[in-house]
């Protein structure tokens, strides 16, 4: 990139970061409609496959994006947050959107945010901007199709001015409470929002309170419903060499021997939810003989087997083995866990931890203390990261003082949990592999990790993250 380039793309992403922080929600869906309405409403040229849950949201669009590109159809993808450079939230056929683009797209609709602000009260966010840039570049390219991710919820998520034909709606429990509600009923509710008229509703396995209200706005508004665990689901799965075998029944068929390689039962579910919606997207034009016939096998084989999801349980190192994951709430850390000790012989895991101030920190402490044998507490890129000194509090009163360490930054707290992996592997070196470190916390941290063991670009800035 030459440096005439990259000065106008840094220009361009401090423009939309002056905007206020995806985190800082004002629930109308009046502004982004309202630039949609100017932009020609973009987000109605394509098909749409809109994705909501609290974890396994991210994995589970890749995978639907991936089975729809396998079937030559040209996709969009959003999704959000970031790891590392802002421009990876939108991506056209499985890339992201370069230097050159990224900038046309926002100078293409500058104008229009512009107007935007000045007739409503409160100005586009940052993230109300990403999500006009995405179905603008998307209705441009032109897609085929388009996989959505929810930024936050569902019935005021700024992508919400879509109208998925199929909806997604992944594994449900409490995060963001002080905006969806600090019940999982009201979250579901909430979620439920993107359930449209006459769509197909592919909902994950879900705790019953969440299950009600799902299905009450699916009957409420005529969509056809799809279960995890009864219309579909995971038949069988075992471990193999960096991930996991698989057998999913889908909507229309039986899929045998499909590698995965990304580890954990979330992992399978997820891709039991990203075929299913991809069958109902296959079924929304009947096959010439009636029935819709099942996805080619061959294609669904080659597609899982190139699924990646940076930052999920990503082995970043070896020697020791050092894990990225972004778990960040109790849920997520409850699945990456019963992940590592499924998938992982580690007797001594060191864990590092940078986690937003806003969450429930002692829950998710609790879900990690039984696997980890040591913990490293630290802090992310964001502003938003808990202060170390009150992170190690509440990390001692879970692990004891003992078992616990402080590091001011990032960069120092993996020095000293690879050191520490090293001491408990001991000095053969054939035992480092019985030791290990796993950075989490948030996708922040998982990101910032990720540029520092030279996995990412440097971090071009963060318009927020979980």
């Not at 570049?137 to 929810?150: G, H, K, L, N, R």
């Not at 279960?227 to 889908?250: K, N, W």
């Not at 075929?275 to 003989?289: S, T």
Request: a negative charge; aromatic letters at 4%; proline letters at 5%.
């Amino acid at each position: 990139m030459s440096k005439d380039l990259a000065a106008q793309l840094h220009a361009v992403q401090r423009e939309i970061l002056a905007r206020r922080p995806e985190h800082s929600i004002d629930p109308s869906l009046d502004r982004i409609r309202a630039l949609v309405t100017l932009l020609g409403d973009p987000q109605r040229a394509y098909p749409v496959i809109h994705i909501t849950g609290t974890n396994g949201k991210t994995s589970t669009a890749r995978m639907t994006e991936a089975l729809l590109r396998a079937r030559g159809l040209r996709t969009g993808l959003f999704t959000s947050p970031h790891l590392s450079a802002i421009g990876e939230r939108i991506c056209v056929d499985g890339v992201p959107l370069d230097a050159e683009r990224f900038i046309a797209a926002y100078q293409e609709i500058k104008p229009y945010l512009d107007l935007v602000d000045s007739t409503q009260p409160t100005r586009l966010s940052f993230f109300e901007v990403f999500v006009g840039m995405a179905f603008a570049v998307f209705a441009d390219a032109p897609v085929d199709v388009a996989v959505i991710e929810v930024g936050m919820g569902g019935t005021w998520d700024n992508t919400n001015v879509a109208d998925g034909i199929v909806a997604v709606v992944t594994p449900i429990s409490i995060d963001h409470a002080r905006y969806l509600g600090n019940t999982v009923q009201a979250i579901a509710t909430d979620k439920a929002g993107i359930i449209k008229p006459g769509a197909v509703a592919v909902l994950a396995q879900q705790p019953a309170e969440a299950a009600e209200p799902l299905l009450l706005r699916a009957a409420e508004v005529g969509a056809t419903v799809a279960r995890e665990g009864l219309e579909f689901g995971v038949l069988s799965r075992e471990l193999a060499v960096g991930g996991q075998q698989l057998s999913i029944r889908g909507l229309l068929g039986d899929y045998q021997d499909l590698y995965l390689p990304l580890f954990g039962a979330h992992q399978a579910g997820n891709a039991a939810c990203a075929l299913a919606a991809v069958e109902a997207f296959a079924g929304a034009a009947p096959a010439e003989a009636g029935q819709p016939e099942p996805l080619d096998l061959d294609m669904v084989r080659r597609a899982f087997a190139g699924v990646t999801s940076p930052g999920r349980l990503e082995v970043v190192r070896r020697s020791p083995v050092v894990l990225v994951d972004a778990a960040h709430n109790p849920a997520g850390m409850a699945a990456s866990v019963a992940a590592i000790e499924e998938a992982f012989t580690f007797t001594d895991l060191i864990a590092i931890l940078a986690v937003a101030s806003d969450k429930d920190v002692p829950a998710i402490l609790d879900q990690l203390e039984p696997v980890a044998s040591r913990l490293v507490v630290t802090r992310n890129s964001s502003d938003r990261s808990m202060d170390v000194s009150k992170l190690a509090d509440l990390a001692v009163a879970a692990f004891g003082q003992d078992r616990v360490t402080e590091a001011a930054r990032l960069d120092d707290a993996i020095e000293i949990a690879v050191a520490l992996a090293d001491e408990a592997a001991g000095p053969d070196a054939g035992a480092a592999a019985d030791a290990g470190v796993l950075i989490t916390g948030s996708v922040i941290t998982a990101g910032d990790a990720r540029v520092l063991l030279g996995r990412g670009d440097p971090p071009s800035a963060h318009g927020s993250g979980s």
